[in-house]
């Protein structure tokens, strides 16, 4: 599972924005919200005014007003230097909000021991909204796309394992938004993943020595955007899946994916990055791996719900 396959102009495969609609519904709400995501991804430090204010684009009298409310309701605080960080209150309603997410809670512990086990970072990425959104992240993904609350669009030719067990008509109207001249392709690919269980991010073969030298130049001290587009350059060179006789004795392997489900139907996926190359061997002992903690996933949560077991085989 990657972000985008190709190059932007082809629709439907890039990214949904993770911000909403360009004009909110409720511009008052939507600034809560601003100031909230942000505080959010810095957990372990607090901010300043001048900085929320630049991060968000809020006029410095409007990020004072937001905040001094919402210190005044516990959901941040505000430490003698005047910089703000999430308070206990916002930890009690997300915590009471958890009861509406069970499968968050009962995948969390599973990711995280495969993660520790493989020694690769790992994702659960849920169904939502006609969109997957990532909602837990274990590991350190090397990925910059790889981080909760990122949303991808369900469409073609990215989120394999999600359509591989849909029936027939959803498996149409998502291969109807492929490029024709993938459809073929994706056609045989979605046999393959329900086939073996899991589908796989690649690369093409020719293209790893130009990924490592990306990978390099990513990782060395560079401005953000140029980091963000040398990211986007290595999107460009990932190929949709492997078949069965594509497996050569190295394969360059971006994610593995396998599917959960809630009936007979995929809510979710247990994403393994190995971001590395892999040989055949390798590969299929990822797959298989995740496909376990998938299925553990699966039965945790049709427990869980008093959900029947899907009907559904693997071949």
């Not at 519904?25 to 809560?32: C, D, E, K, L, Q």
């Not at 957990?43 to 204010?53: F, N, P, Y």
């Not at 206990?88 to 520790?116: D, N």
């Amino acid at each position: 599972m990657t972000p985008t396959i190709g190059r932007e102009r082809h629709a439907g495969q890039e990214p949904v924005p993770e911000n909403g609609s360009p004009a909110p519904a409720s511009p008052p709400t939507h600034r809560v919200v601003q100031v909230i995501g942000l505080l959010s991804r810095h957990v372990g430090e607090h901010l300043s005014l001048a900085r929320i204010v630049r991060e968000t684009d809020l006029s410095r009298a409007t990020a004072h007003a937001v905040l001094t409310q919402l210190t005044a309701d516990h959901w941040t605080v505000r430490d003698a230097d005047g910089n703000y960080g999430l308070g206990l209150g916002l930890l009690t309603v997300a915590r009471r909000a958890e009861a509406a997410f069970p499968l968050r809670r009962l995948a969390l512990a599973p990711i995280r021991e495969f993660s520790a086990r493989q020694g690769i970072p790992v994702f659960l990425a849920e169904r939502e909204d006609g969109a997957i959104a990532i909602t837990e992240v274990a590991g350190t993904p090397t990925l910059p796309w790889i981080r909760p609350g990122r949303r991808l669009p369900l469409a073609p030719p990215v989120v394999r394992e999600f359509l591989a067990w849909a029936p027939e008509p959803d498996r149409e109207t998502w291969l109807g938004h492929a490029d024709p001249a993938h459809r073929d392709r994706l056609i045989a690919v979605l046999e393959a993943v329900r086939t073996r269980g899991y589908s796989v991010e690649r690369l093409a073969d020719d293209s790893a020595p130009m990924l490592e030298a990306l990978a390099a130049l990513r990782n060395s001290p560079v401005t953000d955007p140029l980091r963000h587009r040398l990211g986007a350059m290595i999107t460009d060179l990932i190929t949709i899946d492997y078949l069965p006789d594509e497996l050569g004795p190295t394969n360059a392997v971006v994610t593995v994916a396998a599917p959960v489900f809630l009936g007979p139907t995929v809510t979710a996926a247990v994403v393994a990055c190995p971001d590395t190359l892999l040989s055949a061997a390798e590969l299929t002992t990822l797959g298989t791996a995740t496909r376990e903690v998938a299925d553990s996933v699966t039965a945790a949560l049709r427990h869980d719900s008093g959900t029947p077991p899907p009907a559904l085989p693997r071949d």
